[in-house]
């Protein structure tokens, strides 16, 4: 596996799979009275996020915690950032703590690349942008894999605002490298032109979606509902929204968070036993310690993962 | 009230190789002993000693002789090509000479083989109104080393709102108008500068794209930005602009230039407008030519221009396009951009690149090399470039001024390898491998370049 984390299109399926193996054994660690392991003890891992971030935030942080890292957590408010400084500035002053890890959130594509040939220290992409956020898909399949098992052949479909989503550009290439068949669908205006170069079928309507195994609504960001993208909230809902009408019982549902309640989800299907929101945020944190602890703790102690190896991360 | 003031109606600038400005250099005499002399519009190929004397081409032929007082340079294995012409550049004078002046700029465009550019109107201040445009044409005869015009706005500040004073600024010398960087939004407003025209001449170069279909697109909208998630300027966004002004320009009987184009949809546009006698000429740029929107996904700020690097299809019909010649000519939109402007993520950095040094380096090895076109119709889209603005091509016949350029197309070297005479490095080709290697320039009838290495060899 590469010394970064910037983009799904760097990892192997079997690299994937070494990290759902690991982030596995972090969640055993996870069912436990103490959660800590003291894996990247002295070590620094630095949380730099130049937007606004809840979950993806203070998951990385319990993340770092829970492998015993020292975190230090930059916010673009309140920092140099404001004062004008530029991104490689910014990065080059917090490369100087000599840091193992740079966690980077950014609105701009690209960003984590950038910071990867400022730095010395390994860098994770936690969203750039509308581009990617390897992470969170990850997450997505970890969290699937736990409730069906081999995805291979697995009909996905993601639904909603694709054209601004980075969550469906890591997604549509993380669930097709694990055997899925992802079908894309939403808007016209909100589908990018070319996106089926992925590896995806596109739709417009939902007529079809009885064929899904497992149904990944997007955030409808609502500062995209003023511009013409759509017409309106109601349209949109009434088109696109997954409620207990569409979506069948023998359908999964998956949602990145946080969910607007009435536009992309009803709230039946959010609190229905399909839905595998909560276990999602769950996933988050040990998919992040699998993350951290493949990029930063394998230079320091090179101990290969023996195939089907569940519990070497010791509690503290 | 003075004279100035008064606009100098009648006088169209279209004549004008006169409008172009340069510090004058001694008129050079040198003899140039056995280039393969190239020079297609002049029906020039063989190998031949070429004299200049006083700044002037006297003769071709075998064993010439030197004169008392010339310089010789031994240019076996050379070839001599007529000067190349570049109708777009960004010289960003006034107002960010740290990223170019008169001075870097067209040093840059002498490395680079040119003998006369054309520079842009998007400085700060705008070139809108006659006293900037003569203060500029003054201190191009101060500092530049090769020929140099300026175009003028259209719209006062670039706004797309209210026309320049067009015929006092051609009165003043105006190489032709264009809000190039923006374009002329409303139908209304370019209908009337087409009208306008009538009085004024100069011809209207157009940097075309809607931006209500741009957006805030950074890049080709296609496979690549729809996998990177950058916003994507559809090639349509220039193709509906250009028949738009190809329709205007008929209407008006006006003539128009259209810059930089980079989709095949315009192409077809301007076929079918030429088609039909509309008086349009247009330009296509070597990073055009040469690369497509594949670069961007290196997320490397030196492919982020605009009109953006498009489709490998696109890139095919632009290439059709100048050897048809409905594009007429090679332009290389040099742009330079300071460093620390360009060392942004990609969404945030100033679109540009700089050309005026790799331009036939990079369409030699990219284009004539492979033999996608030949050397001959390379070395005529590269002089073309002044003739919709009035600005002859240069020639190699006896009895022209000496404006030419000595090239090794032997040499190999790295863009960028030996620094930059431009002041600005955000060329899209820096660290390729090129063909073609400028060793002499001659402008306007004065050496404007000569090589480093080169100039020592020929003194010896």
Known sequence: MNRHLLSIDELSRDDIERILRRAESFAEVSGREIKKVPTLRGRTVINLFYEASTRTSSSFELAAKRLSADLVSVKAQGSSVDKGESLKDTVQTLSAYDPAGIVIRSPHAGAAALVSRWTSASVVNAGDGKHEHPTQALLDVFTLRRRIGALEGTKLWIVGDVLHSRVARSGILAFTRMGCKVTVCGPPTLIPRGIETLGCEVCTTLDDLGDADVVYALRMQRERMTGSFVPSLREYAACYQIDGRRLGPNQLLMHPGPVNRGVELSAEVIDSPQALITRQVESGVVVRMAVLYELLAGHAAPAPLPEGETTEPQPA | MSEERRPSVGRPSTAASASLEHASGPAATVLVRGARLLDPRAGIDGTADLLIRDGEIAEHGDALEAPDGAEVVEASGLHAFPGFVDPHVHLRTPGREDEEDLDSGTRAAAAGGYCAILAMPNTDPVVDTAPVLRSLRERARAEARVPTGFLAAITRGQAGEQLTEMAELGGAGAAGFTDDGLPVRSAGVMRQALQYQRLAGGVLALHEEDPSLSGDGVMHEGEVSARLGLSGIPSVSEA???????????????????????????????????????????????????LTDDAVRSLDTNFKMNPPLRSEADRRAVLDGLRSGVLGCVATDHAPHAREEKEHPFELAPMGVTGLETAFAALHIGLVRPGVIGLDLLVERMTAGGEPFGVPAPSLAAGSPANLCLVDLEAEWEAGEAGWESRSSNCAFAGRRLTGRVRMTIAAGAVAYRERSFALEAVR
């Open chain 2, 240 to 290: 509906t602009m250009v028949a738009r002004d190809c329709a205007l320009a008929a209407y008006e009987h006006g003539r128009i230039h259209v810059q930089h184009v980079s989709a095949r949809e315009t192409v077809e546009a301007l076929e079918r407008a030429c088609a039909a006698g509309v008086e349009v000429t247009a330009e296509a740029t070597p990073h055009h030519l040469l």
